[in-house]
């Protein structure tokens, strides 16, 4: 059973940038469907990118062409690269794969 943990979070100002990891444990992830979510308080959870098993990769309009979804095989990983942020992107942000969720890692990004 696979295990994920985020990392990376924090408070950042509107346009700087911020790069949050999935680190899995348990099983290999090179071979996963991986994706990176996130809530906002009083909202519903969205996914904001998305990477296909055979690398692929999708995104929400509201992030395209600011977010990065990659993934290191060596390091049994998957990165978000966040740049651009603004304030609407505040969330826990989650990894996700199969029937898994990580804990969740805050980003705050201040106007």
């Known amino acids: 059973q696979v295990q994920l943990v985020e990392s990376g979070g924090g408070l950042v100002q509107a346009g700087g940038s911020l790069r949050l990891s999935c680190a899995a444990s348990?099983?290999?992830?090179?071979?996963?469907?991986m994706g990176w979510f996130r809530q906002a308080p009083g909202k519903q959870r969205e996914l904001v990118a998305a990477l296909s098993s055979g690398g692929s990769t999708g995104y929400a309009d509201s992030v395209k062409g600011r977010f990065t979804i990659s993934r290191d095989n060596a390091k049994n990983t998957v990165y978000l690269q966040m740049n651009s942020l603004k304030p609407e992107d505040t969330a826990v942000y989650y990894c996700?794969?199969?029937?898994?969720w990580g804990q969740g890692t805050q980003v705050t990004v201040s106007s």
């Open positions: 348990g099983s290999s992830l090179s071979r996963n469907a």
């Open positions: 996700h794969t199969g029937d898994t």
